[in-house]
């Protein structure tokens, strides 16, 4: 069944996101609890039609795959860093 983890809503702002619009994505990158909202044909994001970020995807799955024992990963964007 597992492992799942969660990445934001591709789209929204920092200060948009909150637990209720969290997506939670399985290492395969196809959405496990999809919100009402999402059209059938976004729900894998590898079609490159799927609202998270897949560089940020990318990121995150290479390490839960490779590493069981760890629960979260966390980076942050420094204002200064950011486009």
């Known amino acids: ?3 799942h983890f969660l990445l934001n809503d591709y789209g929204l702002g ?9 997506l939670k994505v399985n290492l395969d990158g ?5 919100p009402r909202t999402l059209p059938v044909n976004r729900r ?3 079609t490159g039609k799927g609202r998270v970020f897949k560089p940020g ?17 966390w980076h942050g964007h420094d204002l200064d860093a950011t486009a």
Request: hydrophobic share 50%.
């Open 57 to 73: 995807y990318v990121l995150h799955s290479a390490i839960h795959a490779a590493r069981d024992d760890v629960h979260a990963i």
């Open 1 to 3: 069944d597992g492992p």
């Open 44 to 46: 894998n994001i590898n």
């Open 30 to 34: 196809m959405l496990v609890k999809l």
């Open 14 to 22: 920092f200060d948009e996101i909150t637990a209720c619009n969290l």
